[in-house]
């Protein structure tokens, strides 16, 4: 753990969604579109080179008429703490030019477009599909480039994006609190564009490290195994394969938390392993 | 009282589906809501509509099928979605879709994408309100 | 017209007949030059390329055109550190497919990412975890050692053999040539072992995850092992066609028998620790991610079971087979049979390690992927092996390639 120097604790900054709040309307999505400035193209429904850094996903229960229920799922970043939480993210450890790093100040995974030169060996290596690809160069419709985010970099064709956890707010933040003289930031100071956005709340953001923050209280990470959650409502997606993501899940629904997990036929009883702490 | 019927002949009901992510009046979605459309409801140049399996089943409709829907008012031809969750004999299409744009006011973003449903509906006068009920039509579906 | 450079006593067609073929070749490389222009001028968007299939056709066809070009270094192993001396007879034949393969590989690694100018910062900006690091810098340095293989052969040019400088610098070179093939092995180990260390290591992809020793998934050595048992495989296919087309028999038959009984061996070894991992990676590694070996294999005909049978007894148990029993490998249709299908096997393996890979979702409530190249991929991955009939014909009609030459074909 990284202390920092006024010897506070190293942040994780971290999400929790609660399936059971989220309406599927794509506010999210939108927000953080036009929040980072990502890229269109005049047809966007061929979905596997649709850049979404947010993306929600359909599911159901598989259940047929009447009792048919579907969950959407709002995918960012998951920002992965690796293998034992260590910072060995399935994608920091394979870019080879270094042009993605775990920061362990904030847990965020960085993505530096001025240095990827576009192997794309991350994007195989992500589970959730969270990495986009640049296969154009951004046409920005003639006056657009007056509503870009200044503080956001738009990208270049060749290159690999993915949600920052709107990194550019952090940095926002400390600025302030730095000009106020403030050591470190509150909780409200620092939201992603997402968070923001969803009508229903069901995006909540903040420092997992933090037991006065609500994403803390929420899912109650467990710092001994990689911030498992120990409320057993709340899940990772793919909690298995050991990625540690710092984006949790919440619902009421046993359906929907089974969903975020793979398991052998006559072993779904697994999924209940982590969750009964 | 006065029942009001669905229009028509046709096996099945015809009935608009509100995506959330399309405004579905004469004002547009913008480029980004549309961008974030799923490729469920339209793709390239096709149009969706949402149909129960069973009833899909019934009229030897598949997956991703070519069909002509067809009711009193015309026909489209589009593309079949199985979904559990819409009742059988019910079909749902996307209202919002089919905006278009002319001379100055035609954005490539947002302009020329999927079919309106509306073109297909019929609104039945309610003689009480005098408004229009527009809520379903009757239709068929056949695979081309 | 160009029998001055032509080796002594040897006979060669005549130049137009030659000029025609080279003409055909050249086509090929043209509409490939084409296509790569276009890639680097437009883009990765005239690739049928999407997020999900990230890696495609080209890191395939690198994966596979490395693992042949593995006759180079394994061929070198065994003639300079093995001492296996028949083996010279047709060393410099394998040095030359090694050379084109390799050169072949990076060419498409410059079309292949996105950003090619800043192909330097893999070297400059290093991330010392990543297999593909790894694979950069020992590919790189291969690539020269085969530099410094080649280029006492080019000096025995019967002109360039003519100026002293020339002539005493290949002689010299041959003399410390074992070092450099021993440097060769070395690297090679590496970079083919990373080469399975870029799929091994993926522990978000169950399908191509392993487990290993250390750092290194068991791909790591299992790709290393089955370039150098079917490297030489590809060396003898070359050399039949070669053969076939000059209508001369370039290399004795117990050299040929010698280098196919070894990789028979090799592939033989190859197979059971390759059957060892997957049965191990199917009964236990993707259970324990949650997923049942037949998930894999039961969603489309593509990547049906027939892929794993095709790999493992067509392209593997058939070959090996026939590789080390003296009967069948001394009959010349069951030995094509073997070498054919030995080169198509580690293809396969190749393609399985990277492009299927991509296919299965990981998610519950993703889906699968598929995928077909682009008119454009396809143009630049047969460049290469249009460039490589050019370069092998160049070298075949104007340097001493096959030491047997004269002996076999003496009137």
Request: with cysteine; net charge positive.
């Amino acid at each position: 753990m990284i202390k920092k120097h006024n010897k506070a604790k190293a942040h994780k900054f971290g999400m929790v969604i609660d399936l059971d709040k989220c309406t599927g309307c794509g506010s999210c999505m939108v927000a953080c579109m036009s929040e980072n400035n990502v890229p269109f193209k005049e047809n966007e429904t061929n979905k596997k080179d649709s850049i979404t850094w947010m993306h929600v996903y359909r599911l159901t229960n598989g259940k047929s008429f009447p009792d048919t229920e579907i969950c959407y799922i709002p995918r960012p970043c998951m920002h992965c703490g690796g293998k034992g939480d260590h910072g060995h993210s399935p994608c920091v450890s394979v870019c080879p030019a270094t042009a993605t790093d775990y920061d362990y100040t904030t847990g965020i995974v960085s993505q530096i477009y001025t240095r990827c030169f576009g192997c794309r060996y991350c994007m195989a290596a992500c589970p959730y599909h969270a990495r986009y690809f640049n296969w154009w160069d951004p046409i920005w419709p003639s006056g657009m480039e007056k509503t870009l985010s200044p503080d956001v970099s738009p990208r270049m064709r060749g290159v690999v994006e993915k949600c920052s956890f709107c990194f550019h707010r952090y940095q926002a933040a400390k600025d302030t609190a730095y000009f106020e003289e403030r050591e470190d930031i509150t909780e409200d100071e620092y939201q992603t564009a997402c968070a923001q956005a969803c009508p229903a709340n069901a995006i909540v953001f903040g420092d997992l490290n933090n037991s006065e923050h609500e994403v803390y209280k929420l899912v109650k990470p467990d710092p001994y195994h990689g911030g498992r959650p120990k409320e057993p409502k709340a899940f990772r997606l793919l909690e298995r394969l050991g990625t540690n993501p710092k984006v949790y899940y919440i619902s009421e629904r046993e359906w929907v938390r089974k969903a975020g997990d793979n398991y052998v036929k006559g072993k779904e009883k697994d999924h209940k392993k982590h969750n009964t702490e | 009282m006065e029942k009001i019927e669905a229009q028509g002949d046709g096996d099945l009901i015809l009935v608009p589906v509100n995506k959330v992510r399309l405004i579905n009046s004469s004002f547009q979605s913008s480029p980004y809501a549309v961008k974030i459309v799923s490729d469920k409801v339209f793709k390239n140049n096709d149009t969706f509509v949402e149909i129960n399996p069973l009833t899909a089943h019934k009229i030897g409709l598949s997956q991703g099928d070519y069909a002509m829907l067809k009711t009193l008012n015309g026909s489209f031809k589009v593309k079949v979605n199985l979904f559990e969750g819409i009742m059988p004999g019910v079909i749902g299409m996307a209202q919002g879709l089919g905006h278009v744009g002319e001379n100055k006011y035609n954005n490539k973003y947002i302009h020329g994408k999927g079919m309106n449903i509306n073109e297909l509906m019929s609104p039945v006068p309610d003689t009480i309100s005098g408004m229009d009920a527009a809520w379903g039509i009757r239709a068929n579906i056949v695979k081309v | 017209m160009d029998s001055a450079l032509i080796p002594k006593e040897a006979k060669r067609c005549s130049f137009p007949v030659f000029a025609v073929g080279i003409a055909v070749a050249g086509v090929i490389v043209l509409w490939g030059v084409y296509a790569m222009g276009l890639c680097w001028l437009k883009g990765l968007n005239q690739t049928n390329m999407n997020d999900y299939y990230g890696f495609a056709l080209w890191i395939w066809a690198d994966l596979a055109v490395i693992a042949i070009g593995g006759g180079a270094f394994f061929t070198g192993l065994l003639k300079y550190v093995f001492g296996i001396d028949e083996l010279k007879n047709i060393i410099n034949l394998a040095v030359v497919i090694g050379f084109v393969c390799y050169s072949s590989a990076l060419l498409i690694l410059a079309i292949d990412i996105g950003q090619p100018l800043r192909g330097w910062f893999i070297f400059w900006h290093a991330n010392v975890h990543s297999m593909l690091t790894e694979v950069a810098f020992c590919l790189s340095l291969y690539f020269s050692v085969l530099i410094i293989e080649f280029i006492p052969l080019i000096l025995e040019n019967r002109k360039l053999d003519k100026i002293p400088f020339f002539h005493h610098l290949s002689h010299n070179m041959h003399g410390v040539m074992a070092v450099f093939a021993a440097t060769g092995a070395f690297l090679s180990c590496f970079h083919q072992g990373s080469l399975g260390g870029v799929a091994g290591v993926l522990y978000g992809r169950p399908f191509a995850f392993r487990e290993g020793l250390l750092v290194w998934p068991w791909t790591f050595f299992l790709f290393t092992w089955s370039a150098a048992a079917y490297g030489p495989c590809f060396t003898l296919t070359v050399l039949k066609i070669v053969e076939k087309i000059t209508k001369k028999k370039l290399v004795k038959d117990n050299v040929v028998y010698t280098l196919a009984k070894i990789s028979g061996w090799m592939i033989t070894t190859y197979l059971i620790a390759k059957i060892i991992d997957t049965v191990y990676w199917a009964l236990v590694t993707a259970p324990s991610l949650g997923f049942n070996f037949m998930s894999f294999y039961s969603n489309n005909k593509f990547y049906g079971l027939w892929i794993l049978f095709a790999e493992i007894v067509l392209g593997g148990i058939i070959p090996a087979a026939i590789l080390i029993k003296k009967d069948w490998r001394e009959n010349s249709k069951l030995l094509i049979l073997a070498i054919v299908l030995g080169t198509l096997g580690v293809c396969i393996n190749r393609w399985v390690m990277v492009l299927q890979v991509m296919a299965p979702p990981v998610m519950t409530f993703d889906t699968w992927a598929l995928y077909y190249p682009s008119w454009q991929e396809v143009a630049t991955t047969v460049l290469p092996v249009a460039y490589g009939v050019i370069l092998i014909s160049l070298a075949y009609r104007y340097l001493p390639v096959f030491p047997q030459e004269k002996e076999l074909n003496a009137e």
